[in-house]
């Protein structure tokens, strides 16, 4: 196959694979896929195997290699089916800036309900669909603001770079509170607890600045705040090159 070439798990994703002649195959590349998110869903990533896909869908593992050839074409068809469809309606009258935050808050709601995703390895930017569907939304959200076609790729990376980031964080988190069985308030008291045990003010006056106030031990909601202030961070980056630009 040439460099330039399609690789079939694609054309078969794009509905660009001709159909053979003979009765329509059982299997789907959809089917697939399906399979394959429910078992990262319910046991991670490293649970995903050809063979334990095959076997899910009650077929041998042999079969599947007439849709997806390797473990990354697998992964190719399972990031297509996890973000799916983008079903955000933008607002008529909505802005740049709350065209931008639905997009970032769709991307984040898909991590979340599939935290796996953020440990597949990324060889390429996306080709599927589905992902070229959330690429269009992006670019879409930076419509009319005077950014050059670059500037507004950048800004889409940009913010995917964060979504990214802070989700993986939370979701990180999450996991290491509900293996202490903690919640997030109990999470935040202990840590301030033995980072005041810790820290001495004279060498670090900062920190125990932040201590003192309180901020490593509230009550607000980290997956919430945390991810609206970064964000807001962000955009207003943003937004400084729009302004530049009208």
Do not use: C
């Not at 095959?54 to 290699?65: H, I």
């Not at 469809?85 to 740049?96: C, D, H, N, T």
């Not at 808050?105 to 599939?114: G, I, N």
């Not at 790729?153 to 290491?176: E, K, N």
Request: without cysteine.
């Amino acid at each position: 196959m040439s460099d330039d070439e399609l690789p079939r798990v694609l054309r078969l994703l794009w509905g660009h694979e001709e159909r053979r002649r003979g009765p329509k195959p059982a299997m789907s590349i959809h089917d697939i896929g399906t399979a394959a998110v429910k078992i990262a869903d319910a046991d991670g990533l490293p649970a995903v195997s050809m063979s334990r896909v095959a076997r899910d869908l009650g077929y041998t593992t042999m079969s599947l290699y007439r849709y997806v050839s390797s473990k990354d074409d697998l992964y190719v068809v399972m990031l297509d089916e996890a973000y799916g469809e983008f079903a955000v309606s933008y607002p008529a009258r909505a802005g740049w800036r709350r065209r931008m935050t639905l997009w970032a808050e769709a991307a984040r709601d898909v991590l979340t309900q599939h935290p796996w995703v953020l440990q597949v390895p990324l060889s390429e930017p996306p080709l599927s669909p589905n992902q070229v569907g959330w690429m269009e939304a992006g670019l879409q959200a930076f419509a009319d603001t005077g950014l050059t076609e670059q500037e507004k790729l950048s800004s889409m990376l940009l913010v995917d770079v964060y979504v990214r980031g802070i989700t993986q964080l939370m979701t990180y988190m999450t996991v290491a509170n509900s293996a202490d069985g903690l919640t997030e308030q109990e999470a935040d008291q202990l840590y301030a607890k033995r980072l005041d045990q810790l820290v001495d003010p004279e060498r670090y006056p900062a920190v125990s600045a932040a201590l003192g106030s309180g901020s490593l031990s509230d009550d607000s909601d980290f997956a919430v705040n945390e991810f609206d202030f970064g964000l807001k961070g962000v955009l207003n980056g943003i937004a400084a090159l729009v302004d530049r630009r009208s």
